[in-house]
T-cell receptor, first 113, second 114 residues
Framework: KAGVTQTPRYLIKTRGQQVTLSCSPI?????VSWYQQTPGQGLQFLFE???????NKGNFPGRFSGRQFSNSRSEMNVSTLELGDSALYLC????????????FGPGTRLTVT | AQSVTQLGSHVSVSEGALVLLRCNYS??????LFWYVQYPNQGLQLLLK??????LVKGINGFEAEFKKSETSFHLTKPSAHMSDAAEYFC????????????FGTGTRLTIIP
């Protein structure tokens, strides 16, 4: 099976702009979760989608949003970018059933200048 | 609050020596526990998981971990370190069935000394 794919891999944006990141889960997986990784805060949960519905949400401001499509692909959007949004954004794919494990993509490295 | 603590942000071991990375959790309900490894400029790779079956869990690349409820621990071990084991290791926990949220520890950077 193909793994989790994330596009783009690298992105440079300016403060105030918005950005959309994309994630394609493993075929057959219905759950997609997003995480932010920074040196200072570590790995933090953003949100999780299952069958096009947001099932869980972390403690991030409303500038961070996401959605999931009927083919399970997911997008994450960040509006009004701030310097502190510079991070590695990781997407994880899960079966959503009883196996519990999640498989991560390579991440999108976002730099805000 | 439920949490995960990884003791030691940096661990160095000699090639061929035992690797021991420590993880303790805090939870009022039975947890599901995971170890992930991250190589530079890559995502996270699942090493192994505990989901209330056998308490000694074997994973990939020769790693294993033992769930000890009495000690609320899930330490990761490997009998003989290899240079390729140099990476950052994360312990993670989830608590609710059907809830895919993972709570991660702060990570342990493993260095292998030739």
């Amino acid at each position: 099976k193909a793994g989790v794919t994330q596009t783009p891999r690298y992105l440079i944006k300016t403060r105030g702009q918005q950005v959309t990141l994309s994630c394609s889960p493993i075929s057959g997986h219905r759950s997609v979760s997003w995480y932010q990784q920074t040196p200072g805060q570590g790995l933090q949960f953003l949100f999780e989608y299952f069958s096009e519905t947001q099932r869980n949400k972390g403690n991030f401001p409303g500038r961070f949003s996401g959605r999931q499509f009927s083919n399970s692909r997911s997008e994450m959007n960040v509006s009004t970018l701030e310097l502190g949004d510079s991070a590695l954004y990781l997407c994880a794919s899960g079966g959503g059933g009883s196996t519990y494990e999640q498989y991560f993509g390579p991440g999108t490295r976002l730099t805000v200048t | 609050a439920q949490s995960v603590t990884q003791l030691g942000s940096h661990v160095s071991v000699s090639e061929g020596a035992l690797v021991l990375l420590r993880c303790n959790y805090s939870s009022s309900v039975p947890p599901y526990l995971f170890w992930y490894v991250q190589y530079p400029n890559q995502g996270l790779q699942l090493l192994l998981k505990y989901t209330s079956a056998a308490t000694l869990v074997k994973g990939i690349n020769g790693f294993e971990a033992e769930f000890k409820k009495s000690e609320t621990s899930f330490h990761l071990t490997k009998p003989s370190a290899h240079m390729s084991d140099a990476a950052e290791y994360f312990c993670a926990v989830s608590f609710n069935f059907g809830n895919e949220k993972l709570t991660f520890g702060t990570g342990t950077r493993l260095t292998i000394i030739p």
